[in-house]
């Protein structure tokens, strides 16, 4: 019975077969050990075969999912079992196809009996079921063991060194006999740390020269071997006599793992520098980007099987050789953390991309696509297309697919020693939205500056075959990331290169005319001039650009020496770097409780404010009120434009808000006077049964003896901002252009609002405000946020 094929065991089941009865040991195991939690559970059978053991759990309390790939099995269990209540009943492969009929919020048992021996990736299945395990969960194998079946059996059980396989990592691990199986109950989180380990001993000779051989299936997922040293290695070994690198890896490959590659489809991506004991060590890391032929162990003596492993999941692994580890980081820069230092060289290696992708990643890009279609930012059918074409989670591999695949999230791929994110793939919704910002034509020449490689394969996919993408980043890492995933999964019409985009880009890359659109994918405080002098007449710039503070996405235009924004999208990016990084200025007050953040002003002093703090609050209603679920960003951009002496008031993350009533963690608009304070803030006026019938309303709060005065400008603020702007049918934002910092004063607009920047001006126009306005916020004195969550 030691099938191979899903239709020896549809077979097996149609002609009426059965497997090994469930024993009495079996169930009192499972009732004593893994009972179900108070009010019952959910529990996972995989390879329920006929049911009996499904619906044991089933009386136990639970209710059960019952999965087996054989559809007469099931069709038996359902014919011969009747009364199947609490089972659901579902024909599914979890080693191969999608889980997309599996809990989502998971199980508190996933029982797996005599099923383990026929997987072919036995620990990745294990980790994903895992993976799904509630707190306090269990996961149960049931398996007979090597020593106790006889040879021509031998593949329906497990020895003692695949049982330790299956069981490292796991929090516990119990293990009983149940009438000659082993019975294994796994708990806790099913993570080993990995940690890169060499070989006991020097290798032979002066120096060594090797080659890794590193190949994926269909489904991306990357081949390791357990080896007797007790760790995990790539195929792979010494080059033997005068060989290539290419031909050592293919050589290897086939003799250690029974599969074939021509040479043609060997590829040498990058040279890894380093020792082993002392002894030099040059290993070449060769891709392999096509093979035949059905995986095998030919050498038990080196290795205890051979499997394919999710690259989100290789953090798992626990014990992996060096030279692997870091071969795999050469491919996938970031997949493994924690590395010792080696000197990696990439070559230039002309390398064709590598398909394979589960059928559950076809399935959650797809769901993914639709969710931001359907919440209006992706109207174009190139936008959607793209969406729904590249495949995110190869840019975030990192990451599992539930995650790659969350369109309402970031998903960081990058922090700075502080461990503060750098880099990420923003939220598709806002990353489709800013693509259709650009007004894209096929055959557009496009500059995305902050890379990561799956935006800039979004936009390579609207302009197509005739257009062109650079994409660019300061940091190293990012852009050796971005080169490597764009071989891997893009389409070959990127080109990335690392630099300060508030530079510009090299002569060579920037196109005779101009480029069509710009994208930058940092938080701004400014605007570059290579911006503006790089971006073809009339075209697109859409960049995270900060106003007092506030991120929004614009759309610019460029007319002349002119940037007109057309549209205006509330965003966070992680900050700039290089030119455009600055640092706010800031005073704390009260030990560190409340900050005073100067946005786009110079510090200024904040003298005899924590005594007034510490004093009676003057607390003025605005008479202006807000339901549930109400944008009011819109106010916040007004009063950071039309107040001169703007600042926000913080109070920092689980400190007492009590002196400022404001939340912790939250910050509000806020004017400063000579030892006074005013900020905004709300109060709720209305409770409910409902939330559509509790209400808000704006107040002014203010310290200090000129706090009143303050809270009355804050409160005509606002009031203006309710009859003049919050009404506007254009989603309450201002007119803004964006002229050269050497626009004078009397060319610009009359009676709108400045904001001067240290390269640009930016001219605000709200409705109502065409009369003569404030003075301008003094110029150079802009800042940096600290980066909003996505």
Known sequence: MEYVDRSQWIRHYAEGRGFRPLGCSEQALLAAHTPPPDGGGQALEVGCGTGALSLYLASLGYEVDAVDFADSALARAQEE??????????????????????????????VLRLVVPFFSDRTRVLHALGERLRPGGALVVITPTADATPDARRGIALDEAEIALITDGWETCERRDAGGLAFLVLRGPCHRSIHAVERQGPPSGPAVSAALAVVTDAAGRVLLGYSRRGM????????????????????????????????????????????????????????????????????PDKFVRWEFHDLHALPCLGDVFTPAAQALDAVWPGIIPGLPPVHAYPLGTVQPPVPGEPAEAVRRRHAMADRVIAGGWAPSPAVQEALR????????????????????????THRNEAGRATSSVSAAWLQADMIEGLDLEPGALVWE???????????????????????????????????????????????????????????????????????ITYNCWDVAPPWRELLAEGGR???????????????????????????????????????????????????????????????????????????PRCEVATGVT????VYFGSLQLYAATTL?????????????????????????????????????????????????????????????????????????????????????????????????????????????????????????????????QPSPVERGEARVDSGEGQ
């Open 626 to 629: 807000m339901g549930p679920g």
């Open 644 to 772: 001169p002496g703007f600042c926000r008031l913080t109070v920092a993350a689980g400190e007492d808000s009590s002196v400022a009533g404001i939340a912790a963690g939250s910050d509000a608009p806020a004017l400063l006077g000579e030892g006074a304070l005013a900020y905004l803030t709300h109060v709720r006026k209305r409770d409910g049964a409902t939330s559509s019938e509790r209400e808000w309303e704006w107040f002014v709060y203010a310290f200090g003896d000129q706090g009143p005065v303050l809270a009355e400008r804050l409160k005509e603020t606002v009031r203006s901002w309710d009859r003049d702007v919050r009404g506007q049918a254009e989603g309450a934002v201002p007119a803004l252009t964006v002229y050269p910092t050497t626009t004078p004063a009397h060319c610009l607009p009359p009676g709108a609002d400045v904001v001067d920047k240290a390269h640009c001006r930016m001219v605000v126009q709200w409705p109502g405000r065409d009369g003569p």
């Open 232 to 299: 995990a290695e790539l195929p792979g070994g010494k080059t033997d006599g005068g060989e290539s690198f290419e031909a050592a890896a293919v050589r290897e490959l086939a003799e250690e793992t029974g599969l074939v590659a021509r040479a043609e489809d060997a590829h040498v991506v990058t040279m890894l520098a380093d020792d082993s004991h002392g002894v030099p060590r040059l290993t070449a890391v060769v891709r392999i980007t096509g093979w035949t032929g059905t995986l095998t162990n030919p050498e």
């Open 389 to 412: 074409s590249v495949p995110r989670h190869r840019f975030a591999p990192e990451q599992d697919l539930r995650s790659a695949y969350d369109g309402d999230l970031a998903v960081v």
């Open 541 to 615: 710039l859409v960049l995270p650009l900060e106003i007092g503070g506030y991120t929004r996405a614009i759309t610019f235009q460029r007319d002349g020496d002119v940037l007109v924004a057309r549209r205006f999208t509330h965003c966070g990016f992680v900050p700039a770097q290089g030119a455009h990084a600055r640092t706010t200025p800031v005073a704390d007050l009260l030990g560190g409780q409340l900050q005073i953040r100067f946005e786009d002003g110079r510090p200024r002093p904040v003298d005899g404010l924590e005594v007034a703090l510490r004093g």
């Open 81 to 110: 079992r009747p009364d199947t209540a609490g089972v659901r009943w579902i024909c599914s492969d979890v080693e191969r196809d999608d889980p997309v009929d599996l809990r989502e919020d998971g199980y508190d048992l996933v």
């Open 449 to 519: 500056a902050g890379s990561g490689g799956y935006n800039a394969e979004l936009l390579a996919q609207v302009v197509g075959p005739s257009g062109r993408v650079v994409s660019s980043d300061i940091d190293e890492y990012v852009v050796r990331r971005a080169r490597r995933f764009l071989v891997e999964a893009g389409s070959g019409r990127v080109a990335v290169f690392r630099g300060d985009a508030a530079l510009g880009v090299p002569a060579h890359l920037a196109p005779r005319g101009g480029f069509d659109a710009i994208v």
